[in-house]
């Protein structure tokens, strides 16, 4: 018995001490370093200044964790006693969600929209209380969310990079935790707030759940919870194929919940809708960045002797992902849940990329699958950080006015704000000369080579879909009245329009002159095993 | 069949019957004690297994913090205490429940008894692991990265809490010194006792 | 397994004392009732009434619980390393303090906080 094998190893009377190449670790331990710092501060630091502080503190820190991760670029190796993977997919996709939680945090400060922030100082007032009116009319800012969102983004940095199934777990809940209890702090529609953090934890632990005891099952099977010993498992075919079976399928289920693709992705509207706008934008996109990174390396290094069975369970759910976020967003009347929506089907055509297993282009030597999904995370996670602050400025009395039909003829009140909303769902849609087509492109051509046509069909036809409910927004935006007591159009601070102005141009650019970037994610597609 | 044989079927079978009753006595407290007995006596299992630290993590966090929690949650949410005809949920989701696990714990027991069947383990041998400090060796050989993430985890963890149970912003020595979070700080206390 | 025979024995020791003493508590002794020997023992005070309705407790409860469930962790893995510590040396050592000091900041955090304070 393998497992045996391994816990006896336990036991070995000498113990050499392991390396840790902190070097190798550095985007991850300065995301951490600054959230521990963070901390501190909330301990020790007035109230005055603390926001300003907390802000710089993590944009620093962002920046400089993309910067070395552009200095670890290249690198192939495993780290840390073999429980971190620093190759191309993990630095391509570590660079994106630091790139992404830059906008993600600027949207957060946001203090000029809603006096204090959008978030609560106390999650545990009662709604609709005294304290909690006082509260808002005193408009204390809550600043711990800065630290809670470092430590978010230190788990989304690790969970695509860990190479066995234990460090992933533990990256799995520090990503998710933070994110839990950030959805339930927002100053407005408390009620709404706090049921979407309480469905997310539930579901969120529910999953979790399921994905431990794939790992468990995983164990039994192979011995080991490291990819590389699961992948040499399912080489020499040893072990209990119903095991091995067993735990892929739970260890699918845990992942596949995190990226929002059905029949596991009920939480994601009533989340997205009930979560603060900035919050939502930031788990939108980098949650799905991380969790499909992890889902990448499971499949491709630790499953990947077994693709043939996984690649049909994988087709279906792309399917029907695809199917049930376009066709179920078209009878939506909220804006917020229409982008939850758009995100799960988003969540399938990156699935259909994902299928493409060892499909390696001739003439780059890149895995298209690896390749497609690593571009097509980029551009949809700017396209959504984008849209979701653009929501954030369509304001009434009673905050941000998200039902559709206060959305009418929003292009009177501020043309640059319907005019930037356009190009993101134009970008959602796919439209040529947006990120979004570049995308789309990438992985249905990644389908194709990979034969997968029939998918991309199914592709093809659910964008139409999705194009017709986006384009409604824009025929409301544009040739509708708008309503006599409608909403307005809030001017932000700088912090927002740098976080929208960042999305744009990434959009424009990815979508007009991509070939440096998918050159890059060509030469970032391979990992180490 | 040795005595552990047997005292493990009986754990075993104590497991599964105080767990059935965690989710279907009408009694929220009653609940949270048949948890009590459940997670004992998986620890117990454990200890036959001789995973000694594992079981006596199990009674130190389980049955000590996390049921305490679970009654801590019970007082704080105004949870009926009494027996209490909401907690049955209509019968058409107790039936879809009772068949989603019983379905579920059937996969997963087919797929682990056709995986072991037969294959047996001594557990008298010394290679077997499970004593505290092969845990030891196995966390700073093997899984130091994962342990010192955890600490950041439990840090986080720490941090939500106050962050989400925290009414009354004015509270502790950082917060005194602020005029205007300080009257209602007052407010705040007024509105505790109220509810 | 064998050393936990004592404790098997122990249990069975306190268990017998617990149940002879109370079944011939209940046999023997005079059942007289009065209103103080009906209320709720709370360790010889008078009972705090309970606010009409049921009432909330305060959400203190939740954070103490939390405090120590999270303390109770860091000391399970202290126990490991402590008995593992000839082995683990330096390092082991280094990276227990890298531990602690990070749940130092949570402690630290608390009690700016007011975490610890009841009132």
Known sequence: MSALSVS????AAEFQTPSIEYSKLMPMLIVFGVALVGVLIEAFMGRTGRHQVQLILSIAGLVAAFVSVTMLAGDNQIAAV???????????????????????????AERSLDRGGVFTSAGSSTPGSEHERVLTATGVTQTEVFPLTMFAVGGMLLFPAANDLLTMFVALEVLSLPLYLLCGLARRRRLLSQEASLKYFLLGAFSSAFFLYGIALLYGYSGTVRLSGIAEAVSSNSGSDTLLMTGTALLAVGLLFKVGAAPFHSWTPDVYQGAPTPITGFMAACTK??????????????????????????????ILTMVVGSVVALTQTDVKRMLAYSSIAHAG?????????????PDTGAVLGVSSVLFYLLAYGFITIGAFAVVTLVRDAGGEA???????????????????FTLFLAAFAGIPLTSGFTGKFAVFSAAIAGDAAPLVVIGVVMSAVAAFFYFRVVVLMFFNAPAPDGPAVAVPSPLTTVAITLSVAVTVLLGVWPTQVLDLADRASQFVR | MTVVEVMFALLGVIAVGSAILVVTTQHLVHAALWLVVTLGSVAGCYLLLSAEFVAWVQVLIYIGAVVVLLLFGLMLTRAPIGQSDDLDSPLGQRIAAAVTAASAGAVLVASVVTSFRGERIDLSDDRVAGSTGDVGAAVFRSWVLPFEVLSLLLLAALIGAIVLSRRDVSAGPAGARMGVVDEFGEIAEADGVVR | MNSYVPILVLGALSLGFAVVSIGAGALTGPKRYNRAKLDAYECGIEPTPQPVGGGRFPVKYYLTAMLFI??????????????????????????????????????????????????
């Open chain 1, 82 to 108: 073999g429980a971190v993977a620093v190759d191309g997919p993990a630095l391509f996709l570590q660079g994106t969600i630091l790139l992404l939680a830059i906008p993600g945090v600027l949207t957060m």
């Open chain 3, 70 to 119: 999270i303390f109770d962790i860091e000391i399970v893995f202290l126990y490991p390393w402590a008995v593992h510590f000839d082995a683990l040396g330096i390092f082991g050592l280094v990276e227990m303090v890298l531990f602690i000091v990070t749940l130092l900041a949570a402690y630290a955090y608390v009690w700016r906080r007011g975490g610890l304070e009841w009132d």
């Open chain 1, 402 to 420: 998200t039902h559709l039909s206060q959305w009418a003829g929003l292009a009177r009140r501020s043309p640059l704000v319907a005019a930037v």
């Open chain 1, 289 to 318: 960045v991380a969790a499909f990174g992890a889902l990448l390396r499971v499949l491709y290094v630790g499953l990947g002797g077994l693709a043939w069975q996984w690649e049909p369970v994988m087709w279906g759910v792309a």
């Open chain 1, 349 to 361: 055509f990156i699935l259909t990329g994902l299928v493409a297993t060892d499909t390696v282009d």
């Open chain 1, 8 to 11: 006896a190893t336990f036991a």
